[in-house]
């Protein structure tokens, strides 16, 4: 559902409402191992809403000598079958300093549940696998163990992102510069790398 909910001095609020299922499923056999067949299955129901709320405009003429000012809200929740809950959120603010000049600052924190097949693929060992070993710069056979982890948890990834756009005098011509910095707690990753 998209629409605009109300009309503020800046001008109109605007409002997008989405809600959604999805379902995930996987049948894998190894006939290496014991385990045989292994059936895996996901429900996804999830929510979100993203508001725009106008704060300054220049074309409505309110507080115009500020620039145009807006400000960028959403939050969503996923329901997965197989693992909980999941929430994401996200705060933006959007400066028009000038026609040509524009500054953007966001905040998102997104939660992320392990793949299927990372929760619940079957335990698989495998020996003499070359490995490279990086701290003492030599390879190794060994033994690896791989499949499914049900205990992992989920990953969140909280990041920030400030940014501006100049449009120059050159005919063509944007000059963009972003800063990023992500943070994230208990990432899934294979190993070896």
């Known amino acids: 559902l998209i629409g605009r909910p109300a009309h503020l001095p800046g001008g109109d609020i605007t409002m997008t409402v989405k809600g959604g299922y999805a379902y ?22 999830s929510a979100g809403v993203n508001i725009g709320i106008p704060i300054t405009s ?3 003429g309110f507080l115009e000598a500020v620039g145009n000012l807006s400000l ?20 933006g603010l ?9 500054l953007q600052a966001s905040y998102l ?7 299927l097949s990372e929760l619940g693929n079957p335990q ?3 020996f003499n696998v070359p490995v490279f070993d990086f701290t003492r710069g030599e390879t190794a056979l060994v033994t690896v163990t791989g499949g499914g982890n049900p205990g992992l948890l989920k990953e969140t990834d909280r990041d920030l992102k400030i940014g501006f756009n100049w449009q120059t005098p050159l005919k063509n ?3 963009l510069a972003e800063y990023f910095r992500n943070r994230s707690s208990n990432v899934t990753e294979s190993f070896p790398v």
């Open 58 to 60: 220049r074309r409505e």
């Open 124 to 126: 698989i060992v495998s």
């Open 94 to 102: 959007t400066w028009g300093v000038t026609e040509k000049l524009n």
């Open 72 to 91: 960028n809200l959403s939050a969503g929740i996923n329901d997965l079958s197989d693992f909980g809950t999941l929430k994401d959120w996200s705060a």
């Open 24 to 45: 995930t499923g996987i049948t894998s056999e190894d006939t290496r191992s014991a385990v045989g067949r292994t059936a895996l299955s996901r429900n996804d129901l």
């Open 109 to 115: 924190v997104n939660e992320k549940a392990p793949s």
């Open 173 to 175: 011509t944007m000059l």
